[in-house]
């Protein structure tokens, strides 16, 4: 009994953790239970028992499980864009075709690293109420919008064939939300990125990419690995 409450005496006397620190444990414990459970069916209580804090500290930083998961889209949405770059045709040092494997090899390694977070983008984050499944379209409105820029900026340079541009940037969209969402359903392992980064880029250059003559070098056949 003294041993028992000796322990409990450390456990309350024990530092809690920085602001930010308990903020990034209910976010992490969130996401694996989203990725788990799916939105609908997780609880605040689900979350706080993963993270293994109190309810009220829950509420300190989130309304409810709606804004941890608002959050969640927000970060990881961020990520992405972020792993994109602009193509510039006046570096000698790197071709456009080493740039836009980059982009691609960029986004897809980022949804790799982070599959939980990826499976959720396309498994849950429409239907979470009106307001929301606004701001995930907007999302994809503003990619699309970006893609179609930049395809229109390429077909100025030569570098993306006749067509509407905003046609191409569906289609491409449309292709690469597939091969994440197979990718990540299937569990391929990480290493996979450079693979499927290739096979991506011999797609877009049998179709509306115009690389002046440069090939691709073959693409390994990804293998399925379990995490």
Known sequence: MAERKTKQRRSSSAPA???????????????????????HQATVE???????VARGTFYLYYADKRTVFS?????????????????????PARSVESQVRENIR????????????TKILFTDAMGVDPSFDR??????????QLLTESLREGQRLGIVGEGEPRVFAY???????ELLYQAVTLGLAEESAEALSEQMLQFLS??????????????????AKAR
């Not at 990034?24 to 459970?37: D, K, M, N, T």
């Not at 689900?46 to 293994?52: K, L, P, T």
């Not at 289609?171 to 939300?177: E, Q, T, V």
């Open 171 to 177: 289609l491409s969209l449309g292709a690469l939300k």
């Open 17 to 39: 953790l920085p602001k930010a620190e308990r903020r990034q444990l209910i976010l992490h414990a969130a996401r694996e239970v989203f990725g788990r459970r799916g939105f």
């Open 135 to 144: 701001r995930i379209q907007s999302f994809y409105d503003e990619v699309v």
């Open 71 to 91: 959050e969640l889209i927000d970060r990881f949405s961020a990520r992405i864009a972020m792993s994109i770059v602009r193509i510039v045709t006046s570096d």
């Open 206 to 223: 049998g179709g509306y990419l115009r690389l002046q003559g440069r090939h691709t070098a073959p693409a390994r056949r990804p293998r």
């Open 106 to 117: 960029g986004v897809i390694g980022t949804a790799l690293a982070e599959r939980t977070m």
């Open 46 to 52: 689900d979350i706080v028992s993963a993270a293994g």
